[in-house]
């Protein structure tokens, strides 16, 4: 797939009067900042321009980037001129909106997630890009736009999400020159990270404790294992989503290389997160049990209660680390 | 204080021979980056140079920079040329090696914490810089160092630790400008953040864990409290330097304004830390109680009992908050 350039695209926005912007379900913070920076910029030229998140509200915790971008009413652009998708550039990745973004009469894409075709006019992909945020920069940067605080504090949020605030291994000194960049429009990069970082909800760090107390450790400590079961939500007053995150604290546990959480759904059915931490291929793994992912980072869905899921997972790991 | 310039206190090291280096005691990333990286570059131009560390001990997971660069014997430099200490501007934060440090025939600090005098006879501090890695690379450049990936990773851990992984206000566009030098340089700056921060003993999350799992919520959730105590130590097999990092994680509730961390020492004796989130003085609360620090950051030591000294820390912060 060839890409189009950001001056392409930049011209194409420019001609259209009403946008439409897109995003994948389950927003994250690159997903939020890059999709409100787009649209602030969008309407500073003039355009009428929305969000549609697929999700029915976003995590609360990036809700303060949203000042009135985003609307739940598919019908308040009829007919738009052009319906674009960023950090998403397949349909399946915004299963409610799809038909809605189907409507523009150009689809463009921005994404950095490798596809080999896209349904889109015009399409801009860049894995080497760490977020979806440095895009919408270099978009901005060949539209000659203006941005202001609010709009670099945006693509500040979508950088420093999607690095692991620049620890993951995707950071690149465009990540690093991108932000001194933000720097000089005068952004306040500390309350964003408190913004994102400090507005945990007590019950989700009440229930992270409960789960990571209980860890436990196998083959020497290279496989740790916790499980979130439906009686700690109850007792935490927590939600499942609360649970984002354990499994990425029971990796970073020095010696463990893979790293499992168990969330019971229901009496017969659990949801399984696995990580690696360097070697370890985890989605070989997980596809043993019909799921899915990368060496990294994989899951599946099995239909057993949580006590038998426990040993069948364990012991796929422990066999894998054997071999 | 007047500050000599880089090119000055550059000299004053290549015309040495042999210079001792020493940092603040719990060396943290910063302190133990910093020094390495100076180590480094410093026995690279032929001195004979090593860490004189405060500790007995440095942290397990900062101990990869070390590279045969630090020493537990004091005489191993009988009369150096120089001594000069880094991310510690006064004798009292390295009590332990004061007495070597002063035998330095030239004497010299480099630091970010402002002091109104310092006994060096060379000094360079700069309270904008946000981590004593960052005036050391400027150091480097002063000296036309060649920095190489092992030198270059040590300064990026010592910058990125010292900035919360650039997210504390202390971040400026100059921390992620070095950066981007930095990964001209070949650093794995992924790897080094798996160093640091995938490395944590089993023992100090299932304390971090049980601690946080009781926390208390007061005054309409703007006050987080939590108690470490010896049996809890104990059945987690920790020790209490495995807290570090709870009190941080308290104050990111949502709500929270103040964050409470007390220390379980003895039946009468009690560390207490105290967090606050934006407008809170907590050095206030601490100086009640005869201890200090900053606005955000402070503590003190009571002599009582975990109980008694939950109650008359509780007690002073509901009266802060209700003033």
Redesign the interface.
């Known amino acids: 797939m060839k890409n189009d350039s950001f001056e392409t695209i930049g011209k194409v926005l420019n001609d259209a009067k009403s946008i439409l912007v897109f995003t994948h379900q389950n927003a994250d913070g690159d997903a939020v900042g890059a999709t409100a920076a787009l649209t602030r910029v969008l309407r500073q030229r003039g355009k009428d321009c929305y969000i549609l998140f697929d999700d029915d509200e976003i995590a609360?915790?990036l809700r303060f980037m949203d000042r009135g971008y985003s609307s739940d009413d598919e019908e308040i652009i009829r007919d738009p001129d052009v319906t674009i998708c960023i950090d998403a550039a397949e349909l399946k990745r915004f299963p409610k909106r799809k038909e809605k973004f189907l409507q523009g009469k150009v689809k463009i894409c921005i994404d950095h997630h490798m596809v080999d075709e896209t349904i889109c006019d015009y399409n801009h992909i860049d894995s080497g890009a760490a977020a979806a945020g440095e895009l919408i920069y270099k978009l901005f940067q060949a539209m000659e736009a203006e941005i202001d605080k609010e709009t670099a504090e945006a693509l500040f949020a979508a950088i420093?999400t999607d690095t692991?605030?620049?620890?993951?291994?995707n950071?690149?000194?465009e990540s690093?020159?991108i932000?001194?960049d933000l720097?000089?429009l005068n952004m306040d990069?500390?309350a964003v990270?408190?913004n994102i970082?400090?507005?945990?909800?007590?019950e989700k760090?009440?229930l992270?404790?409960?789960?990571?107390?209980q860890?436990e450790?196998f083959a020497d400590?290279q496989l740790?294992v916790a499980i979130v079961r439906q009686d700690q939500l109850k007792a935490c007053n927590a939600v499942m989503s609360d649970s984002e995150g354990i499994v990425g604290?029971l990796?970073?546990?020095?010696?463990v290389e893979i790293a499992v959480l168990i969330k019971e759904d229901s009496d017969n059915k659990c949801f399984v997160s696995f990580r690696s931490?360097?070697e370890a291929d985890v989605a070989e793994i997980a596809a043993q049990f019909d799921g899915g992912g990368h060496k990294r980072a994989a899951g599946c869905t099995i239909y057993s209660g949580a006590e038998d899921v426990y040993q069948m997972v364990k012991q796929a790991v422990l066999d894998y680390l054997k071999a």
């Open positions: 609360e915790n420093t692991g605030n620049f620890q993951y291994s950071t690149t000194k690093h020159m932000v001194t720097y000089d990069a500390a990270s408190r970082y400090e507005s945990v909800r007590p760090m009440r992270q404790s409960m789960v990571k107390d860890l450790l400590g740790a604290d990796r970073s546990i020095k010696g931490k360097t």
